[in-house]
């Protein structure tokens, strides 16, 4: 696999409508050579499951300001693992208060970014995330 | 069960994969073709095409949705759809915002949408785009809509593929001299003035209108005895394009479309174009595979020494690039005429 077979989902989670944060990072992705599918605002999270089904990613980026990240990422995980999509790394960033991290990593989030994070630690990560998958 | 049994069973997440391993050309991909052509041939292709910003992912989306809710009480049909968008020349990496427009079809697991990196091609589709549309074919999608990167005047790659080619315009985009060039407005069997709650939808109508007259001087409306429809060719005529208004963010014109898609299907299986297309189609598919395998095989048979010893003369001026592209052909023919001479 190159960089640019790497697939990845960003999406919007939820009823906040600031994206900005999601398009600099699918822009950052793109510029970084992979494919981004962007699905914009307002996504459901079977909505967001269907697509990273149907488009077979390798990751799922969340982005969430609305602070309903304990029951929307919960709810996006569970169903990718139903799917059968346990493998795809997901991140998630955007407001995510220091003390929730540790319960989103306990689900099988992968990283969690909040505001003042480089672009460039992002795509570094990701690249490592998705070369060496975790040991199942 | 392997993934091609998978797929055949109506498997998503297989077919999902397995779309990666056809674009991804690997081995897998490439066998499990070979495997599933034998269930090809049933879809309907049917191409949007047309320039950035005219709407073809709205309007893709409205199709995809008056295919699965007929209002003429007709079957649903399962709709696939490939959305091809451009990759950067730069970094190699895309951007594919096509779901955007098309979120009112999720939850419906008779809709499978599947978005493609153009990944360098220039012709408006994916190296892959005629793989992919063929494993869905053969996963059981009768309808298969295919959603071309942002096309100008000559990216008509999308009318060898598909079946029905629509081209789709919206108004200020011109004057009627960009009408009659050759290129992309040729290829369309279907024309859509989308965004037609705009100003000057009338001059854009007019002059495709007037375009296709130029083409098609028989089946002018004012001429007389035509024993048919301006929407309703004869056979014998040929089909002649309608133009078609659509406010594709409302849905309007929607059904039309879809009904014009349907004539043009029954239009080509009742004139015996359908076979020929696909004949083309096939010869041209086999033509590319064959200068394809043919150059990578007579590459790798090359002496890399010489093939750099006359690159540097072209590099320096000593010969034209004509003149290295025979250099190394002629090498390479005398090679194989005397297999034995190199040893």
């Given amino acids: ?136 | 069960m392997g993934l091609v049994e998978q797929v055949l069973a109506g498997d998503r997440l297989a077919l999902a994969r397995l779309l990666t391993q056809i674009e991804n050309d690997t081995p897998e991909g490439r066998e499990a073709l070979d495997r599933l052509f034998a269930f090809t041939g049933r879809a309907h292709l049917v191409g949007v095409t047309g320039s950035p910003g005219t709407g073809k992912s709205s309007l893709v989306n409205q199709l995809a949705r008056a295919f699965r809710q007929p209002e003429d009480g007709s079957d649903p049909v399962r709709v696939a759809i490939l959305a091809v968008d451009p990759s950067s020349p730069f970094s190699g990496g895309a951007l594919l915002g096509d779901r955007v427009r098309m979120r009112d079809l999720s939850g419906d697991p008779d809709v499978f949408i599947r978005s493609m990196a153009s990944r360098g091609a220039l012709g408006g589709l994916a190296r892959a785009t005629a793989a992919l549309s063929q494993a869905l074919d053969a996963a059981g999608y009768p309808l298969i809509l295919i959603e071309t990167v942002g096309a100008g005047q000559s990216e008509v790659d999308i009318a060898r593929l598909a079946h029905t080619t629509i081209v789709v315009e919206s108004p200020g985009m011109g004057d009627d001299i960009q009408a009659i060039k050759a290129g992309i407005l040729e290829i369309a069997d279907i024309l859509v003035v989308n965004k037609a709650d705009r100003p000057g939808v009338e001059n854009t109508e007019r002059a495709l209108r007037a375009m296709l007259d130029l083409g098609h001087p028989a089946a002018h409306k004012h001429g007389p005895s035509l024993g048919a429809g301006e929407a309703e060719p004869a056979a014998e005529q040929g089909w002649v394009p309608p133009v078609l208004r659509a406010v594709s963010t409302r849905g309007e014109g929607v059904a039309e479309i879809a009904a014009a898609i349907r004539r043009h299907g029954e239009y080509l299986r009742s004139s015996g174009l359908w076979q020929q297309r696909e004949k083309l189609r096939l010869e041209s598919e086999l033509d590319a595979l064959l200068r394809d395998l043919l150059a990578r095989r007579w590459r790798a048979g090359l002496d890399e020494d010489l093939y750099r010893q006359t690159f540097d003369g072209l590099l320096q001026r000593q010969i034209s690039p004509l003149q290295a592209a025979e250099t190394l052909l002629r090498q390479a023919e005398s090679e194989t005429s005397n297999p034995t001479r190199a040893s």
Avoid: W
């Avoid at chain 1, 488009?55 to 169903?79: F, K, N, Q, T, Y």
């Fill in chain 1, 1 to 136: 696999m190159t960089e640019q077979n790497i697939r990845v989902l960003i999406a919007k989670p939820g009823l906040d409508g600031h994206d900005r944060g999601a398009k600099v990072i699918a822009r950052a992705l793109r510029d970084a050579g992979m494919e981004v599918i962007y699905t914009g605002l307002r996504q459901t999270p079977e909505m967001i499951a269907e697509a990273a089904l149907q488009e077979d990613v390798d990751a799922v980026g969340l982005s969430i300001l609305s602070g309903a990240h304990m029951s929307l990422v919960p709810r996006v995980m569970e169903l990718l693992r139903a799917q059968g999509q346990e493998d795809v790394c997901v991140f998630v960033g955007g407001i995510i208060p220091e003390r929730d991290i540790p319960a989103l990593k306990e689900l099988g989030v992968r990283a969690v970014y909040g505001p003042g994070t480089s672009t460039a630690q992002v795509v570094e990560d990701l690249k490592q995330a998705v070369f060496c998958p975790p040991a199942a």
